[in-house]
């Protein structure tokens, strides 16, 4: 009786330290007004918090290319690919959760003290795994991140076009590339609270505009719906969507930053379904509107007529890049800092400082590829197949091998999941698919794809895929000028290849 009580206390002590974790900012007594205002807008650590942190970083700038992917995928291949990927990457989530607190858990048997310490995915594979595992996922999961990071700024640039094309892309890169370093004033996932719920009001007004605006809009004349048509566009869209649902990246971070990080288990599920009810709806309507123009617009914005609604839409997805920029990049500062030796500084201004360099190759990287829509699928294929799918999934069965590990495991499965064989059952079948499907036919379709962007529109392009200026008539009897009508600008894209290969227009 009374082991059995000492062990329901041990439980009850342990379960208590896994959301006992205090942020950089002291929690004591806060009182007043201003306490209780810089609690409510910057001071987060809910599951409320959790949710709008997953849900907001999910349905970023994919959103506007997701009706590009219905093109290349047809209809009901785009709605199933979205189902099936919105439910893998939740699973691969739980599973990263389940060893976030695995690792907590043993670390604060050990007295291990986390204060002005987050935890990150690297460090959670060194506890549990070893070295070998640490580096592999440093590896993936910063790489990951970098060109996360690179694909909002090139986003922001592509997006703003669509307001003010008095200056190029890579001029825009530029201002907003200065803009995203701003987010070096943001000290973790914690303080994230109102900007995670800015974010997703965002991202919801722009999928319902896209969906009420297509719907309003109709159907183009002779529209045609005719994808699939070709294994390299098929393949190409299915890695797109594959990216989308691979954001939880981010998932350690975001737990830590919780009062009580084992309430996470549901929250990537829960966030994946409303994110379900903002691309379902917008894809399929621009779709059905635009049909296979979108071919040739990728970006979603392209297609539908200027208006004050679709401006703000513009607006609010650029303010929205800006956060999910903040997303990603914030976990690539927490590994600068720990390299330099200043991650457990208290100076919020000698740690922005500090971060600054991290923002450099990201501006760099955004200039020289600014292949929004081509670096989506590589980066969805090389990187997010391993790190938020592949990698998790072989974790959690190397860690709970032994069958002493899964007795002693803090967060078991479920038994409606099957227990331990149905956890392995799908962690298999995870691996198996995503090598197969994720990382070999959509790392050959999105390779090829980027490559051919490279021969079309060379490194360090001006002005990716922007229309030419309308010119003004030649008179009558003038002689042919010495240049072709594009020669104003070198990026613009190259006669069209073969059949065989036609995804040379790409996302903008």
């Known amino acids: 009786m009374d082991s059995t009580s000492n062990g329901n206390e041990d439980k009850v002590a342990e379960t208590m330290m896994v959301g006992s974790y205090i942020e950089m900012e002291d929690e004591g007594e806060q009182k007043g007004f201003k306490s209780h205002l810089s609690g409510l807008l910057w001071h987060g650590g809910s599951a409320y918090d959790a949710w709008f942190s997953c849900a907001s970083n999910q349905v970023a700038q994919v959103l506007l290319t997701l009706p590009y992917s219905f093109s290349q995928l047809g209809i009901l291949s785009g709605i199933l690919f979205q189902l099936f990927y919105g439910l893998m990457g939740s699973w691969t989530a739980y599973l990263i959760s389940i060893l976030y607190v695995e690792y907590r858990s043993r670390k604060e048997r050990e007295k291990v003290d986390f204060r002005n310490h987050v935890i990150q995915w690297f460090e959670v594979l060194d506890g549990l795994l070893g070295k070998h595992w640490r580096n592999a996922g440093l590896a993936f999961n910063c790489i990951f991140l970098l060109f996360g990071s690179v694909i909002q700024l090139i986003a922001c640039a592509s997006n703003i076009y669509y307001i003010n094309d008095k200056l190029d892309k890579r001029t825009w890169t530029y201002i907003f590339g200065a803009c995203c370093a701003t987010t070096v004033f943001i000290p973790s996932f914690h303080n994230y609270r109102i900007w995670s719920f800015l974010g997703l009001v965002m991202t919801t007004y722009t999928a319902w505009y896209l969906t009420i605006a297509s719907l309003l809009h109709g159907q183009v004349e002779g529209v045609k719906h005719s994808g699939p048509t070709k294994l390299v566009l098929y393949f190409t869209g299915a890695t797109n969507i594959l990216y989308t649902f691979g954001g939880h990246a981010v998932t350690v971070e975001i737990m830590h930053a919780m009062w009580r990080p084992q309430k996470f288990k549901a929250i990537y599920l829960l966030a994946t379904l409303y994110v379900l009810t903002l691309t379902l709806p917008s894809a399929v309507s621009v779709y059905w509107a635009f049909g296979d123009a979108l071919l040739n617009h990728a970006n979603a914005f392209a297609l539908l007529p200027r208006t004050a609604f679709r401006d703000a839409a513009v607006v609010l997805m650029l303010i929205h890049q800006f956060i999910t920029f903040g997303f990603a990049c914030t976990p690539l500062y927490f590994v600068w800092e720990k390299a330099i030796g200043l991650h457990d500084c208290r100076s919020l201004c000698k740690r922005a400082a500090a971060r600054l360099p991290v923002v ?130 070198a990026t613009t894209p190259s006669p069209s290849p073969s059949a065989s290969f036609s995804i040379h227009h790409l996302r903008h």
């Open 360 to 489: 450099v190759p990201i501006w760099f990287l955004a200039i020289i590829f600014p292949f929004f829509g081509p670096i989506n699928s590589a980066v969805g294929a090389l990187l997010v197949s391993f790190t938020v799918y592949i990698i998790p999934a072989l974790a959690h069965m190397f860690t709970f091998r032994s069958a002493a590990a899964r007795e002693n495991a803090v967060e078991p499965p479920a038994r409606f999941l099957g227990g331990w064989i149905g956890a392995y059952v799908m962690n298999i079948f995870v691996v198996g698919w995503v090598v197969v499907v994720g990382f070999g036919l959509g790392g050959w379709a999105s390779m090829t794809n980027f490559v051919h962007q490279i021969n079309t529109f060379g490194l360090f392009a001006k002005c990716y895929q922007c229309p030419p200026p309308t010119l003004l008539p030649m008179p009558a009897g003038s002689p042919n000028p010495a240049f072709p009508s594009n020669a104003y600008n």
